[in-house]
């Protein structure tokens, strides 16, 4: 039975509620016979602030790299905006991102049949949609030099971020898309904005390049990051895999979560480069959602995200693609007989609590 290092990093607010879901899909798996996961535990965002002063303690970090898979369930809350900049909550999921060299960003956008009508576009629009958004995640506008507010004098002051990219980062976030698209609809569409933005031209050259040379037998199409928002909202099923920069992969992902109904629905994957030698990646798996210290201890939160971000685990870390078709399909069954949290409810369904949520999804695993 292979043996699998995982490190959860349950976060603040929501996310030690939704990762004690994880954990009971974690213990069924490992009482299945599937796999066996040694499960360790660190603190990230405020939860590390408050502990030790830092967003993430170097140990922690160290812990990340040595485990197979990391997941991570949210960060930070109206109790630490008073915290110095380089120590805020999400410093510490930044320093994973770079410091775990986590380039490409995975979304799946999916609409389960029976929360189609929980979208905010009608149903016919939604329905059985099933988009994968690729987002370049550690170079572009967040990373790049000079990052600066500048004192110009006389009450005057100048912000400064630098949009930068180099060949090889266009390439290998072009590669995962392709890759994906291989196995998938077989389609892949690039966005920038060539229009107006000299890095929008590489990336446009770089990605059709690559595509002539590597990719042919993959239909690629461009289009500019704006009209990419607009067909989202108009014709959403008309994507299957888009690739976008660190800056216009942020946004847009973020609508294509909420074609589906919920934030708390959807999981998300940040990969790095396979090693050539062992065949492994370096990986956090985390859900789209944040922290919403609002409802925090409440029992409220929406655990499916974070477990889905597990099933995401399973797929892309340690290769067990059976398990994450049936975490897959336990989810869409439990949502089909009509179970929701407060933030899917709607007229006629039972709206169950944190904690009941994930454990009808193990019951459901179990009867397969």
Known sequence: MATFKLLLFPGDGIGPEVMAEVEKVVGFFSRSGLAQFEVEKGLVGGSAYDAHGEAISDADVERAHAADAVLLAAVGGPKWDGVPYEVRPEAGLLRLRKDLQLFANLRPAICYPALADASSLKRELVEGLDIMIVRELTGGVYFGEPKEIIDLGNGQKRGVDTQVYDTYEIERIARVAFDLARKRRNKVTSSEKRNVMKSGVLWNEVVTALHKREYPDVMLEHQLADALGMQLVRKPKQFDVIVTDNLFGDMPSDVAAMLTGSLGMLPSASLGE????????????????????????????????????????????????????????????????GLRTADIQAPGNAVVSTAQMGDAVVAELGKN
């Open 274 to 337: 396979i090693n050539p030698k062992t065949g492994k990646r370096k990986a956090l798996y985390e859900p789209v959602h944040g922290s919403a210290p609002d409802i925090a201890g409440k029992g409220l939160a929406n655990p499916i995200a974070m477990i889905g971000s597990f099933g995401m685990a399973l797929r892309y870390s340690f290769g067990l693609n059976e398990a994450a078709d049936r975490l897959d399909a336990a989810i869409s069954a439990v949502l089909g007989v």
